[in-house]
Nanobody, 115 residues
Framework: QVQLVESGGGLVQPGGSLRLSCAAS????????MVWFRQAPGKERELVAR???????HYAESVKGRFTISRDDAKNTVFLQMNKLKPEETAVYYC?????????WGKGTLVTVSS
């Protein structure tokens, strides 16, 4: 059982930046992809960014140019750098380790974008 623990959330002003981390208890290289999701109040969970073992990185259209996903396989950690944050991006951000045969989720970290 792989444990995922998100950190780095908190209160940030509109236009500000945060860097989220997702630390895994096992190898993230064993998964097809690592993914960041978010769920805003009253909305469905949405995919924010996806990074595979190797290949094309995917971002939601709304965050392109502002967010950057990265990974450090040696440290079993995935990051999400978020810049120019908007109030509507207030949400719980979740880390997901995806594979066709297994799927693990963190419990999330709250990001609040407000003045």
């Amino acid at each position: 059982q792989v444990q995922l623990v998100e950190s780095g959330g908190g209160l940030v002003q509109p236009g500000g930046s945060l860097r989220l981390s997702c630390a895994a208890s096992g190898s993230i290289f064993s998964f097809n992809a690592m993914v960041w999701f978010r769920q805003a109040p009253g909305k469905e969970r949405e995919l924010v960014a996806r990074i595979p073992r190797a290949g094309i990185i995917h971002y939601a259209e709304s965050v392109k140019g502002r967010f950057t996903i990265s990974r450090d396989d040696a440290k079993n950690t995935v990051f999400l750098q978020m810049n120019k944050l908007k109030p509507e991006e207030t949400a719980v951000y979740y880390c997901n380790a995806f594979d066709f045969l297994r799927n693990f989720w963190g419990k999330g970290t709250l990001v609040t974008v407000s003045s």
